[in-house]
């Protein structure tokens, strides 16, 4: 069974930066796309970023500029880039994997930005 294992998070101060990892057991093929969402307290959960299978990227608005997403197919990891973090970045950020029948979840890791 493919599990996605997320790494990576942690309490950081306001403009700095982290390195979201996600690791992925087992082969996945037919992969359409692979990202992160994230979801605050009392929120809903929001896509941060996205990959898709041909290399486009997409990002939330509010992240822009600031994060970068990337994949290393070869070590079946998608990585998620954050500078310049700020006290709304505050959440716990999952990465996902589609495919053409399924979706898989990562458990999620903490990000915290504090002021």
């Known amino acids: 069974q493919v599990q996605l294992v997320e790494s990576g998070g942690g309490l950081v101060q306001a403009g700095g930066s982290l390195t979201l990892s996600c690791a992925t057991s087992?082969?996945?093929?037919?992969?359409?796309?692979v990202g992160w969402y994230r979801q605050a307290p009392e929120k809903q959960r929001e896509l941060v970023a996205g990959l898709s299978s041909g290399g486009t990227r997409h990002y939330a608005e509010s992240v822009r500029g600031r994060f970068t997403i990337s994949r290393d197919n070869a070590k079946n990891t998608v990585s998620l880039q954050m500078n310049s973090l700020k006290p709304e970045d505050t959440a716990i950020y999952y990465c996902?994997?589609?495919?053409?029948?399924?979706?898989?979840w990562g458990q999620g890791t903490q990000v915290t930005v504090s002021s």
């Open positions: 996902y994997i589609t495919t053409i029948t399924s979706d898989y």
């Open positions: 087992g082969t996945i093929f037919n992969v359409n796309g």
